[in-house]
């Protein structure tokens, strides 16, 4: 070949490589985005290059969510995936049924079994290849639930109101499993050493494997994700695994996906200096300046960065399937109440859209506490009922602490959420939740106020109801004398007062006392009066 060919040639190899290697990338998921510009980036571009080239992958690889003691989801398909060395043959045996697959260039590979029913008979799940085999035992198939959000739900039993007792109960023969994915680094008020930061930087944060149902676990386990678990397993007489994954203090857009925000042009500028944007509130931002103080790299990650808790630890359970979704979130938000009411659609959108599956979303409204807009946010909450289908809420405002984020009893708010499931996933004959608010009208200058779950409408302790205002035309707030009758709220409207709206329990802390006759506590409210 002439000289002119030979340069043909080279050019026709460096781009066939460009090609393999951008796709090679692309498999990896490594983005420009989330690549730091340094020695490190070179090292994570280059892995999947080689590997994309050799075949070689490392070997059999699966996601922590597979593990000895975990619980499968029945009634639905049931989803293995993982990596292997480029085209080798991998094998599961689930029980009696045998199915296999060839990974493919990349060294993906996924295996889907049929539905099965429900089981307590422990089975033993093998995954082989050529050169590995892995076994899982003791492992059940029944209903998942993911229990997500910020520190009142990572709030563990052995810290709450009655957590001993229960703890004292906990029996390791009980088909009730807990995977508990923890972080590496609490986000307290220190700075993280060089170790957390490192592992921060390589999504590596957070660790965990299926438990049995010993006391050592359940004590450190969600508080609310557990007594929602238990009652569970004990009314519908099946296996039930919950896995909890809660960072403290986290905003809601820590838990959208990159490319949900992305495509939306309100966040899309929300990874740009996002320790200086109002994406997160002053709190947040301060908090994550403390725990980055040592970071040596100007692309340092952090729990509370947009995307960076599902990237971190959603990304490596889902599509694993669940049952539902329960979520304690909202309390570093609550300054961005306009930004949340717009981003929490998403967020629920975007988790479905990545299990494609309409997972019911059942979570936890505010307590009260003595800080402004609080009663504004449990109010929003409220109001996203109507805009999200297929979602529920539970009231905690009636065990809120006037200075404390983190009341003690949780155990009534696992219930509530075990409740509600009951009543709309399990369709179970039960109560979902306390009054909620339909309507107001005016007659006989007499405000009537109508609800949801009203049935035996009273006080939570038998005294005269607290916690009605009216809201008058000039924007003054009046204590209204509320009384009931036939399940509804009636209150006189006083001489020479033009009412506009109605509200309920509208301080940031309150102690607000309308219940059903199941003691479920009526939502914070602001309403116009029809």
């Known amino acids: 070949m002439n000289g002119r060919e030979w340069i043909s040639l080279i050019l026709l190899l460096l781009v066939s490589f460009a090609d393999s290697a951008y796709s090679a990338i692309k498999v990896a998921c490594i983005d420009q985005a989330t690549l730091p510009p340094n020695a490190a980036g070179t090292k994570l571009l280059a892995k ?47 029980g009696n049924l045998i199915k296999n697959t060839k990974a493919r260039t990349d060294g993906r590979w996924q295996i889907i079994f049929p539905a099965q029913k429900a089981t307590y008979s422990p089975l033993t799940i093998e995954i082989k290849t050529k050169k590995q085999t ?42 009730l499993r807990l995977f508990n994915f923890k972080q590496f680094a609490k986000t307290e008020n ?16 957070f660790s965990g494997q299926w438990q049995t149902n010993q006391k050592a676990e359940v004590a450190s386990f969600s508080a609310i994700g557990y007594v929602f678990g238990k009652k569970i397993m004990e009314t519908e007489k099946v296996p039930v695994g919950m896995i909890e994954i ?43 300046d403390v725990n980055l103080q040592r970071a040596k790299n100007n692309f340092q990650r952090h729990t509370y960065e947009p995307s960076y808790n599902f990237e971190a ?19 570093s938000d609550t300054e961005n109440a306009g930004l949340f009411e717009q981003l ?15 997972l019911p979303f059942y979570y936890v409204q505010l307590s009260g506490i003595d800080r402004p807009a609080w009663n504004h946010f449990r109010d929003l909450q409220r109001r996203l009922l109507r805009t999200v289908p297929n979602t529920g809420m539970v009231v905690s405002s009636d065990w809120g602490d006037s200075l404390d984020v983190h ?38 200058r007499k405000i009537i106020i109508s609800f949801q779950n009203a049935k035996g409408l009273k006080t939570a302790d038998g005294k005269a109801i607290l916690g009605f205002e009216i809201l008058t035309h000039n924007g003054n707030f009046i204590k209204a004398d509320a009384v009931i009758q036939n399940n509804k709220i009636i209150i006189p409207i006083p001489w020479g007062i033009t009412p506009e709206k109605i509200a309920y329990a509208w301080q940031p802390f309150t102690r607000a006392n309308l219940v059903n006759e199941d003691l479920l506590p009526a939502s914070t409210f602001i309403e116009t009066i029809k």
């Open 48 to 94: 999947p290059i080689v590997a994309h080239f050799t075949g070689n992958t490392g070997g059999l690889q699966l996601p922590p969510v597979f593990s000895d003691n975990m619980v499968l989801q029945r009634k639905t398909p049931i989803l293995f995936w993982g990596i292997a060395d480029a085209n080798e043959s991998v094998t599961i045996k689930l």
């Open 134 to 175: 892995q076994l899982f035992k003791n492992v059940l198939i029944g209903d998942v639930w993911l229990c997500a959000g910020q520190s009142n739900m990572y709030f563990p039993l052995k810290q709450s109101t009655g957590g001993d007792s229960i703890i004292n109960l906990a029996d390791s023969s009980l088909p």
């Open 190 to 205: 220190r700075a993280w050493d060089s170790i957390e930061l490192l592992k921060a930087n390589q999504l590596d944060f």
């Open 246 to 288: 809660a960072v403290g203090g986290s905003p809601l857009i820590s838990w959208v996906s990159r490319k949900a925000l992305e495509n939306n042009p309100l966040f899309e500028s929300a990874f740009q200096d996002w320790r200086n944007t109002d994406f997160l509130v002053p709190w947040c931002r301060a908090r994550a």
């Open 313 to 331: 630890a959603l990304k490596k359970i889902i599509p694993f399937p669940v049952k539902g979704v329960l979520w304690y979130q909202g309390e």
């Open 344 to 358: 929490f659609p998403l967020f629920v959108q975007d988790w479905r859209a990545q299990w494609n599956t309409n």
């Open 407 to 444: 009341y003690k009893n949780k155990i009534p708010v696992g219930e509530r959420l075990s409740r509600l499931a009951l009543a709309d996933t399990y369709k179970k004959p039960v109560t979902s939740g306390g009054p909620l608010f339909t309507n107001a009208i005016i007659s006989n």
